[in-house]
T-cell receptor, first 114, second 114 residues
Framework: GAVVSQHPSRVICKSGTSVKIECRSLDFQATTMFWYRQFPKKSLMLMATSNEGSKATYEQGVEKDKFLINHASLTLSTLTVTSAHPEDSSFYIC??????????FGPGTRLTVL | AQSVTQPDIHITVSEGASLELRCNYSYGATPYLFWYVQSPGQGLQLLLKYFSGDTLVQGIKGFEAEFKRSQSSFNLRKPSVHWSDAAEYFCAVGVAGTASKLTFGTGTRLQVTL
């Protein structure tokens, strides 16, 4: 089956620093990837759609300057949380669609901002 | 816009008992419907999906779901629950034909007692 990886799985950083999270499709190519944020005991909230070779599309209310997305290749998308603050602490999950309109999800990245 | 409702926030069942998790959706056309399972601190694993055809779909781990258009429902069932099934279950609806972003329900936490 389709596999999506994320790195790192956990990251702790100081307030004001930037953190980069990678999302890779390991055995398929993805021109589109999606980034979600999940709050404790809550559902997944779509943040943005990452498009290979073009700008990301952000959902309403998501700060594009705070959450920088780069889709560098057909197998890699990165999410950079810039000038992170404690309220950015969350579980970030990426997904990529494979054949048949099915999304495959990465294992997630737990970000803790001190 | 599509929406998903999972009316049960938390369900507890005994091991070996049957399970049904409810999901209702709102979408103007024929939806793509999914059930995902999330173990603590993990990403989402696809259990099953419905795009078209037979309204009773079989998934992994012995799960099945039935699409009922008249009730706008896609309930997940399992005849005999195992302790390892304890997790968070998410129902999601997608836009047909675009492999696009998903809208998730708020999830149902399943607890299994021995």
């Amino acid at each position: 089956g389709a596999v999506v990886s994320q790195h790192p799985s956990r990251v702790i950083c100081k307030s004001g620093t930037s953190v980069k999270i990678e999302c890779r499709s390991l055995d398929f190519q993805a021109t589109t990837m999606f980034w979600y944020r999940q709050f404790p005991k809550k559902s997944l909230m779509l943040m943005a759609t990452s498009n290979e070779g073009s700008k990301a599309t952000y959902e309403q209310g998501v700060e594009k300057d705070k959450f920088l997305i780069n889709h560098a290749s057909l197998t890699l998308s990165t999410l950079t949380v810039t000038s992170a603050h404690p309220e950015d602490s969350s579980f970030y999950i990426c997904s990529a669609p494979n054949t048949g309109d099915t999304q495959y999800f990465g294992p997630g990245t737990r970000l803790t901002v001190l | 816009a599509q929406s998903v409702t999972q009316p049960d926030i938390h369900i507890t069942v005994s091991e070996g008992a049957s399970l049904e998790l409810r999901c209702n959706y709102s979408y103007g056309a024929t939806p793509y419907l999914f059930w995902y399972v999330q173990s603590p601190g993990q990403g989402l694993q696809l259990l099953l999906k419905y795009f078209s055809g037979d309204t009773l779909v079989q998934g992994i781990k012995g799960f099945e779901a039935e699409f009922k258009r008249s009730q706008s429902s896609f309930n997940l069932r399992k005849p005999s629950v195992h302790w390892s099934d304890a997790a968070e279950y998410f129902c999601a609806v997608g836009v047909a034909g675009t492999a696009s972003k998903l809208t998730f329900g708020t999830g149902t936490r399943l607890q299994v007692t021995l």
